[in-house]
């Protein structure tokens, strides 16, 4: 023991060997407290973690109200999560009929299986997970929850609301504005000036137009390009408007991963006998993305925010159903329970997000370097 | 006289304004082994790029087994495949293993079924002295491994002809020989082979003619021996002088 402590003085060597106590007093020490400039900053963290949460604590747990049939019942001072209790169903299911609810439950259940198998790296199939994510999944989504076929009674995609709306714009965003994305990027190093030209055009506008302009244009503006009586429908466009405006930003990230990849790719590529298409789809493509995910996965999350500002429509994601939940008379008052759920609920998707984005990150590092 | 495989009529080819080749006319017969050298800048890259269409080339033609090579032609697809090249700097695609690298190609240009594919890049792998090597990645492997890989890709195409641009001169000197030796066996097998190389060693051994190439002309033709010993012209004597020491 004294002679392994003489010869080796490395840190986690001596960790290591050191009682619990002693342990943790070596960590902070190192860690914390290494230098006083450590130290204060240290300090000046804790200070500000503490006054988080003593301003949030006593008011979502000590003071909190668990069960109330209205906002009378709750302890003033503190949350009223009967509240959220309450308008738990509609948070999720916005105003789908509740005999209904099978139906978008069915596709919650679809949802979870085929994210589950596109991102579990033990399950083989990847084609097919994308194939029945982009192509099964949006056809079987819209027949089962729109309804009028094999006797299910219509829902109109007005009372499709809460998580259940949230997702569909997010899943249905996230998988189409990738590849439409990598098209335009394509498009905008393409050889021929008018796509070139149409593609910067696009891309720039999107870029320099906020979401909720693009929004509001449709559905006003669209109506006159239509034969008249038709109106646009506002989840088709809520979708189609995300999808493509998105699209412009993936378009940009991917565009960078292409300009990092040397010419010696598409050149051997090409010698092989690969036309353009395949050289993009089997050699270019996937090399630029992966080059470029951290970009991705930022792009992936600021969509997962941007689907709130469908409310400009008159849809009710997650975000917007909480004002139909206060619009209770019973629960009038109760907005901070309802915006506080529905914060936790977004940070949740796009904290999972990061941590996949950085587990793939970590795969491509590891094949890279073995 | 039998028909060549690869012609070149009277080639010219510009840089914006800088004459890169002037008036190439050369063929090469099935089964010939062809050395291209002369000094760097001398155009040798861009002339064996033109074969298989990798640059546009703007005077005469070009043929490869009687089709003619022009770009913006679906048919310079099918000419690729028939033409396999080898490049300086190995070219592997890094994202996919060294399987995956040979079996692309014949899976999906050739539409050979996986398992088929497979089986022939193993066998490639063999040839090549890299078998076990066949589930790792290219960035896992040594210079000279991966330019054997890049070989063995380009054959699992099974083309007629070969082109290797300067296939040993990203390679530290300890792995050239490896490199040449597969090259050589390749030789041995009848494959047409167009090199451009500084190797002299594996011209005098392979090579039926050597080109020398000057300032994007051909300056002189000949068997190795004759060019390597008693060049004709001056250009080619300073060359000469260079490379051996
Ligand atoms: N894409 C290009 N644009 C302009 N000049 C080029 C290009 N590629 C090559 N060159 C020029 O053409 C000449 C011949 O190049 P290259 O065929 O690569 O010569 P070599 O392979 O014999 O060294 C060189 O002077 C080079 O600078
Ligand atoms: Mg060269």
């Known amino acids: 023991m004294t002679e392994a402590a003489l010869i080796s003085d490395t840190p986690r060597r001596a960790t290591a060997m050191a009682s619990a106590p002693a342990r943790i007093a070596l960590w902070l020490r190192r860690r914390i407290f290494a230098s006083w400039r450590d130290a204060l900053l240290s300090l000046v963290v804790v200070l500000i973690l503490g006054a988080i949460a003593w301003t949030i604590l006593p008011w979502a747990l000590f003071k909190a109200t668990w069960s109330a049939a209205s906002r009378a019942d709750c302890a003033p001072g503190g949350a ?3 509240f959220v209790a309450a308008k738990a169903s509609q948070f999720i299911y916005g105003f789908y009929p509740p005999l209904e609810r099978w139906r978008p439950d069915t596709v919650f259940a679809l949802l979870i299986a085929g994210l589950t198998w596109l991102m579990v790296p033990r399950i083989p199939g990847k084609g097919y997970a994308g194939l029945f994510m982009m192509v099964v999944l949006p056809v079987v989504t819209f027949v089962l929850l729109h309804g009028g076929v094999a006797g299910l009674p219509v829902v109109p995609s007005d009372k499709w609301g809460g998580l259940l709306l949230t997702l569909i714009l997010a899943v249905s965003g996230i998988s189409f504005s990738l590849p439409f994305g990598a098209l335009f990027a394509l498009g905008r190093r393409s050889r021929m000036p008018l796509v070139r030209w149409l593609c910067i055009g696009f891309i720039e506008f999107c870029r320099g137009v906020p979401f909720i302009t693009v929004l509001f244009m449709a559905i006003v503006m669209l109506p006159f390009f239509l034969p008249s009586g038709m109106k646009p429908d506002p989840l088709a466009l809520a979708v189609a408007g995300i999808i493509f405006y998105e699209a412009a930003y993936m378009a940009e990230v991917v565009r960078g991963g292409l300009q990092a990849l040397p ?11 690969f036309g353009y298409w395949r050289t993009m789809l089997y050699i270019i493509l996937p090399q630029a993305i992966r080059k470029v995910v951290p970009g991705i996965v930022n792009t992936t999350i600021s969509l997962l925010k941007n689907t709130t500002l469908v409310m400009v429509v008159g849809l009710f994601d997650l975000l917007n159903i909480v004002s139909a939940g206060v619009a209770d008379p019973l629960w009038v008052g109760s907005q901070a329970e309802g915006y506080f759920v529905v914060g936790l609920v977004f940070w ?15 795969g491509f590092a590891r094949a890279d370097r073995a | 006289m039998e028909n060549p495989i690869i012609r070149l009529e009277n080639v010219d ?6 004459h890169v080749l ?7 017969k099935q089964g010939e082994r062809i050395v ?10 861009t002339m064996i790029r033109c074969i298989n269409g990798l640059e546009h080339y703007e005077g005469g033609r070009i043929t490869v087994g009687g089709e003619l090579v022009s770009q913006g032609d679906d048919n310079i697809e099918k000419i690729r495949q028939r033409v396999g090249m080898v490049f300086q700097s190995f070219n592997l695609f890094p994202h996919l293993s060294i399987l995956d690298n040979l079996t692309l190609g014949p899976i999906k240009l050739r539409r050979l079924p996986r398992a088929a594919a497979e089986a022939q890049a193993m066998e490639l792998l063999e040839r090549v002295h890299i078998g076990h090597q066949a589930r790792k990645f290219p960035n896992q492997l040594s210079g000279g491994q991966q330019q054997r890989v890049a070989i063995a890709r380009a054959l699992a195409m099974e083309p007629d002809v070969m082109l290797f641009d300067e296939p040993t001169s990203a390679l530290d000197p300890e792995m050239v020989k490896e490199v040449l030796d597969v090259m050589i066996e390749l030789a041995g097998t009848g494959m047409t082979m167009i090199c451009v190389t500084h190797e002299m060693g594996f011209a005098r051994a392979v090579a039926d003619r050597v080109v020398f190439m000057d300032n994007g002309a051909i300056a002189e033709v000949g068997t190795p021996d004759a060019f390597f010993s008693a060049p004709r012209t001056e250009r080619a004597r300073q060359f000469i002088q260079q490379v051996i020491h």
């Open chain 2, 22 to 28: 002037r008036g190439i006319d050369f063929s090469v």
């Open chain 2, 13 to 18: 080819k510009w840089f914006s304004q800088f």
């Open chain 1, 263 to 273: 010419k010696g790719q598409y050149e051997a590529a090409m010698a092989i006998g």
């Open chain 1, 348 to 362: 949740l998707m796009s904290f999972g997000l990061s941590c996949y984005s950085r587990a793939i990150e970590g």
């Open chain 1, 80 to 82: 009223c999560w009967g």
């Open chain 2, 36 to 45: 291209v050298c002369g000094p760097s800048g001398s155009g040798k890259s």
